[in-house]
């Protein structure tokens, strides 16, 4: 999964880079305050056992082997955060001295296989223990699932910037300036080894040495959580319902605005604006309409505004820059659109608070056992 | 057939982490051989050979990406790398499998474009599921230009990485890492990563050594599977206490958390006389690049 250089446009390299060096930041100011001045020693030596791990062949039914990365095991034992810092650093070892993986690609590398896989690795073990303790087998289960999930999203991300490539960076004759080939044939020539063969080899290693680590040395499997349950402050509602209702009222501040957002335009108004829909863009529009669609109630659309083009948000469209806005078609869209605001406000702020829930029950339960 | 593959699986993997430490001695060795970059300031050469990479990711004409492969065999020769090992060290693997990967590309059936030679006329659209194969298989012209500017930009760009990876001595280059505003204690982090590397490796290989020559027959994968297994875990733990105690040893030697680092770099004309080359070089390739179209 190591992308070399070449494959990918400096745009796509270039703004991967940009995502991970803010990351980078947040992930070693959120090691520097659970661990202190250990984090230098401690995140360089599970670096070094990451990259030594990665040449390690594991046999495989049928006489042949394959590799483990083992970034969500590492991110189990020292944290997602250290994680993201140490399996950095194996891979910017592996870049500069072994060749392995480019380097303008570091920051591609970087994001699927030292941020998305440890993130999604470590998070999905904690979702599927629960508050399981350290010695069940619930959470030997949770490390392995956590361990396919967090290399198959890795490999996941790996296909789409590939895929991307062949898409959008093409030059003028038709030919293809980097990786060649599109989503459609990189997502699944991608996908079908590593959903089949290399995830489970991640998911099975990693299950078989949690499984060592539980009989032999069970404190280091739990030295991270406890570090972080000692770190972490009580969990307080109150911010979160003044917050709430800030956020209810300024729901109507929407309909103030005439056109749609920037950025979001439908394919009506690229024509608009430009003149031609992009054969692409047009082939994926309409792939998903909400299930409020343009935050409007599915059975008010017809009621709202009669005999009226509205725009994506139900309001009526101003003529032109300088006329005040239809208030007609604003008061008849207005319960409508209210309605969907709120809606959409509870739904997020409930799941926001069941996750927040879930994380803080199974702490609690961790520093109990 | 069974039995020495069962058996390989260990040996490959003390095959590897031999192979790993000899390449990092001669890399060490080739580092230390007088020739144009390894006298080149570190920090000026990594600027120069990341502004040619960067130069290698923009350019889009097979035959400019041909020129800067070059200019990298150039900067090889005069660095005192023989071409033959270079070669050897850059083609044998990466490119090459940028070549297996982008040969499907070529024909007509999985990207589009004008057929230069067709290969097999089909007579009429031929459709599997709801993907059509067209009327005719052939290699097309798009294809065969993507695919060679794929692999030759892979080349150049693994060419020029691994000029910088054999010219510089590991620590110089460690250090050069500041002028990116790499903070000090990812710097840090990075040398003592490296350090641990070879410790940790050579910990491994007398784990696998000590289990090979224990051995009477071959054992099952599943047995395999359990000792590769234990033993990450049991470097794991060796790590973990390890880290302690080299946290311990620090903090006894004064270390509070900030790192200090020696900056022994010292820039000479001839340094700033190559960076400027090597941007006058990439301005005029990628100049010419973009006026050929």
Redesign the interface.
Known sequence: MHI???????QT?GGLWAFMVPA?YWA?HKVKSAL??????????????T???M???????G?T?GH?V?GT?VAI?IGPWAAV?AIS??L??Q?????DG???ALGANCFNMAFALPVAGYFTYRLLSGGAGAASARRLIAAGIGAYVGLNVAALLAAVEFGLQ?ELFV???????????GLS?AIPAMMGPHLLVVGLIEG??TS??Y???RK??PS?LV?YSAVKVAAAGSFRLKPLIIGLVLLLVCVPLGLLATGPAWGEWGTQDIRGEIGYVPPGMERFSGIWSGLLPDYSLPESNDAAVPDTATDDYGVVPAAGPDEPVSLDGVRDATPAYLVSGVIGLLVASGLALMAVRLITRSRKRETVG | ??RS??ES??Q??LA??SH?VR??VF?EQIAGRPGLLQETDARIKTVGL?EL??L???L?HWYVLVALYAVALGLAVVSNITVKFFIKRVWLF?PLF?GI??LP?IFNI????DPFWTIWDFGQEVTIGSWSLGTSLAIT???V???A??VL??????SL??L??LTTK?SD?LKALRVFFV?R??V???S???R??F???SM?GDMFTARTSRMVGPAS?RE???F??????????K??T???E??TA??SRG???E?MTLHRFRTAWPDWAWLAGVTLLSAALLGGDRLL?
């Open positions: 070399p250089d070449g494959y990918l446009s400096p390299a980078w070693g202190s001045a250990r984090q230098a020693p401690l995140v360089a030596i599970g670096a070094a056992f990259f030594v791990i040449m390690f062949n594991v046999p495989l039914p006489g082997s483990a083992g095991l034992v810092i650093v194996a910017v070892i870049a500069l001295f072994f060749g480019g380097i303008l062949g030059a003028a004759d038709g030919s293809a300036l980097y990786s060649p080939y044939a099975v290693m078989l040495v499984a060592f680590l032999t040395d280091l030295n | 057939m069974g593959r069962r699986t260990i490959r993997t590897g982490i790993a390449e990092t890399t990341l990479l960067l290698a990711a923009l889009r990466i940028a990967i982008a590309s999985f990207r589009a474009g012209y798009q294809g230009k993507g695919a500017v794929l930009r892979v080349a150049a760009s693994v990485a691994v910088l990876a590991w280059l903070p204690t990812f840090l982090i990075l003592m990563t490296y641990y590397v410790l940790l490796l491994a994968p395999d599977r359990r590769v297994a234990s033993s990450m875990g049991t470097l794991l733990g790590s973990h390890l880290s302690n080299v946290y620090m903090v270390y509070n958390g790192p179209g």
